[in-house]
């Protein structure tokens, strides 16, 4: 085992954690932990852009895209956070722009903006051209430049290095515990802060547009410590993921113009969203879809998905401005987009719940109570910036604002706090796990169970849910569990085992898919991403506060899962109803 000390520990090199280290790094020691190679973090597969009310290409303020995050959020939204995300989103560009990011140009040498869902110009007249991008590689844009930038000013970064456990000494702060995948090493990593942001877990679910490695990890870390996480029946279903496959065809394909069709050839948003049609936000597009295609309306042989028309779009455009998603369609389902309607279904997309913080990044340990040295940002936190279903492009606008915000408070309270000591044998609980795994002789495989849990959660905790199919979920997870306790890794090597890390992702998946399950049958309203056929309207009166889901023990020492609830913070905005 090896020890390393450090003022701050960054768990994450996606664009959250990596702006937060740039932040960190000039100010204190700081030392950047990740599973993948910095570059290969999901934030790079993101396409369409990042939002700021710039201005460039027709009026706009951020008081509008503060309204728009809003009323997307179904109004669960935290509204002191949106504000301060949508004020420092022009800033947030401006500093990648800076630091040298190539976004489109307008003409004139300003930064390109385009539409994207729910956004739109004084509040709901019409879409507005809000989202800055880089063609349809925006993400990778924004994770290259990060990344060039942290390596300028010497971030040391560890990597391959998988957090497995977050080490606290009464009630604080204390460090982290990483397994080194090249040489199966325990190593401990004393710091005064932490900062989370691992990324999300669309990996519960079997179609999404997620990475192999988004387990949840961070949020597992936390859950296990006996710390809450907040809405996590909140995920989000993007509209248009390849059908059968899942693969994203970024929502900027609509906001180019392209256009929603059934099997009739019919424009049906017209008849859910007749103001912004295809650019309604994605809950409501991903919910029309899935009607259409249960009400016989679906195309294909088994009229199990709708079409993508961007057949009207001048080739130029979509060679320029869409280049990658619609090489994804040719080369993952052999269409020609210039030609021909792309077959499209919602995909799972992203956790707007996840590791309660306040405004500031700090981990919150109930309501109102901090973590003090925890800190967690981007799509492993809720601020609540997105609610209960996030606008398109408000992610990396997050993973900027708030990975931005996590560094300078985590380096600043290192800087005056002093040293928590490590408790006796802080890597006992992380050696105790993966021993457990690797000397599991109980036969049960990791994909096995893996494929499981993913299919029923495809199928009970979807698009649509009800109490009966998460019940029938919960049923499966709790069968699931007691398989995973047999579970049998069968590389027991120390090198580059992914075999044994698998399994350890698996445990996360399973306790994340338990709490997302249980939150969303207690939640009997339809808000948002949430939708309960039997419980089809939004409820302001009982459901209008945020899920607080904390770890329980019951007498005979099985874990589940306990529920509270906390109010949602409102500055300017009244609960309306939700038209688009
Ligand atoms: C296909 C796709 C397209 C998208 N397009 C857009 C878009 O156009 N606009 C938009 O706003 N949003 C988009 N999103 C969402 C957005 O990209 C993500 O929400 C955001 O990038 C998440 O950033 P992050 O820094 O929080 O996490 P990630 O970029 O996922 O990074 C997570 C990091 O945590 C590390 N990590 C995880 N577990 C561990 C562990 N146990 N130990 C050590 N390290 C660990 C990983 O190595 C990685 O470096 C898209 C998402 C997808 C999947």
């Not at 290095?161 to 990483?178: I, K, P």
């Not at 961070?218 to 390849?242: A, N, S």
Request: charged share 25%; hydrophobic share 40%.
């Amino acid at each position: 085992m090896q020890t390393h000390k450090y003022d701050v520990v960054i768990v994450g090199a996606g664009g959250a954690g990596m702006r937060a280290a740039l932040e960190s790094a000039d100010r204190t020691r700081t030392a950047v932990l990740t599973k993948l190679y910095p570059t290969r973090s999901h934030t790079g597969a993101a396409q369409g852009g990042m939002c700021a009310a710039l201005a460039n290409v027709e009026e706009d303020n951020w008081e509008w895209h503060t309204f728009d995050t809003v009323k997307g959020g179904d109004y669960l939204v935290d509204q002191d956070a949106a504000e301060v995300m949508c004020k420092e989103a022009i800033d947030a560009v401006l500093d990648l722009e800076k630091m040298g990011l190539p976004f489109n140009r307008t003409p004139e040498g300003r930064i390109d903006q385009r539409r994207f869902g729910g956004h739109t110009r004084n509040h709901g007249e019409a879409a507005v051209r809000r989202s800055c991008f880089a063609a349809d590689r925006t993400g990778h844009m924004i994770l290259q430049t990060l990344y060039q930038n942290c390596v300028k000013r010497g971030v040391e970064f560890f990597n391959e290095f998988y957090v497995l456990d977050l080490v606290m000494n009464e009630g604080r702060t204390a460090g982290v515990v990483a397994y080194e995948l090249a040489t199966g090493e325990i190593h401990v990593f004393q710091a005064k802060s932490v900062v989370f942001a691992s990324g999300g877990f669309g990996k519960v679910f079997k179609t999404t547009s997620n990475a192999h490695t988004l387990t949840g990890d961070g949020m597992g870390i936390v859950w296990r410590k006996g710390l809450p996480l907040e809405d996590m029946e909140f995920f989000q279903f993007h509209p248009t993921g390849l059908a059968g496959l899942g693969i994203l065809l970024s929502e900027a394909a609509r906001g180019e113009g392209g256009i929603l069709r059934n099997s009739e050839g019919e424009r049906f948003m017209e008849r859910y969203a007749p103001t912004i049609k295809d650019l309604a936000p994605r809950d409501m597009v991903a919910r029309a879809m899935s009607t259409e295609v249960r009400e016989g309306r679906g195309c294909g042989p088994d009229k199990d998905y709708v079409l993508l028309d961007l057949t009207h779009l001048p080739p130029e455009v979509i060679d320029a401005k869409l280049p990658d998603i619609t090489e994804f369609a040719r080369t993952y389902l052999g269409v020609e987009p210039y030609t021909e309607p792309v077959p499209v279904f919602p995909t799972a997309h992203y956790a707007m719940g996840g590791i309660p913080t306040n405004i500031e990044a700090e981990v919150l340990r109930d309501d109102i109570h901090v973590v003090p040295g925890l800190y967690a940002a981007g799509e492993v936190a809720c601020v609540s910036v997105h609610g209960a279903n996030r606008l398109g492009t408000n992610s990396l606008l997050d993973i900027n604002v708030f990975g931005r915000r996590a560094g300078i408070a985590a380096a600043e309270y290192a800087l005056k706090a002093g040293w928590v000591e490590l408790p006796e044998a802080p890597e006992a609980a992380t050696v105790q796990l993966l021993e457990g795994l690797r000397s599991g002789e109980g036969g049960e495989r990791t994909a096995a169970i893996r494929k499981e849990l993913q299919d029923t959660m495809d199928l009970n905790a979807q698009v649509y849910r009800t109490e009966a199919t998460l019940k029938q979920a919960e049923n499966d997870i709790s069968v699931l569990k007691q398989r995973y306790a047999n579970v049998t890794v069968q590389d027991k090597g120390q090198r580059y085992n992914t075999d044994l890390l698998e399994a350890v992702e698996l445990g996360f998946l399973l306790d994340l898919a338990e709490v997302l399950v249980v939150s969303a049958k207690a939640r009997n309203e339809s808000r948002g991403g949430h939708f309960r056929e039997d419980y089809p309207t939004r409820d302001d009166v009982n459901f209008m506060r945020h899920t607080m889901a904390y770890r329980s023990v019951d007498a005979d020492g099985t874990p589940g899962v306990h529920l509270d609830y906390k109010p949602v913070i409102s500055t300017r905005y009244q609960p309306m109803e939700r038209k688009y």
